[in-house]
């Protein structure tokens, strides 16, 4: 997002008022604590630049920073993901276990630091517009005139001036 940094304490602030209001089932749970330790990692290692940010967390020490359970971490993460507010990835290895995850914003967090940076959605633009309309010939003739006039009186101004 260009060279445009918030400070923490915005995107965190509107990221618990927006959390409840564009996801409903986010009002009144923990996933909004995760979100916001999530959001403040984020920040962290990308030094303000959380759109293109990312971590590598596991899920039982952000369970920990929390004071949950490590399964509860993982349901939360997961509501989360399926709200679109983080974006998590973590591999199964040979043995079975998964490697530690990589969150990174998703869309609606996205959304919401666009949001808050007062960016807009691009509006498409259009060859032949309306404003661009072609003259009628009697506007041409009176452009001509107009333009021959000029050239006129800009000659003889600039006549007089080299004479004095």
Known sequence: MGGSVLTLDNIVSAT????????????????RDLLRLIVCKLYG????RVFHAHIRASQSALATDLGISREWCNQLVGRLV??????YTAERLPNGKFEVGVFRPGRTLKRLLCV??????????????PSQKVPTPKQV?????????????LAG???AKRQT
């Open 116 to 129: 808050l940076l007062g960016y807009r959605q691009r509006r498409p633009h259009h060859v032949n517009s």
């Open 45 to 48: 290692v990308s030094h303000g």
């Open 82 to 87: 399926e709200a679109r507010w983080v974006h």
């Open 157 to 159: 101004k600039l006549s």
């Open 141 to 153: 003739e009176e452009n001509k005139r107009f333009f021959s006039q000029l050239l006129t009186d």
């Open 16 to 31: 618990s008022f927006f959390a409840g209001k564009w996801t409903p089932a986010l009002k009144r749970s923990q996933a």
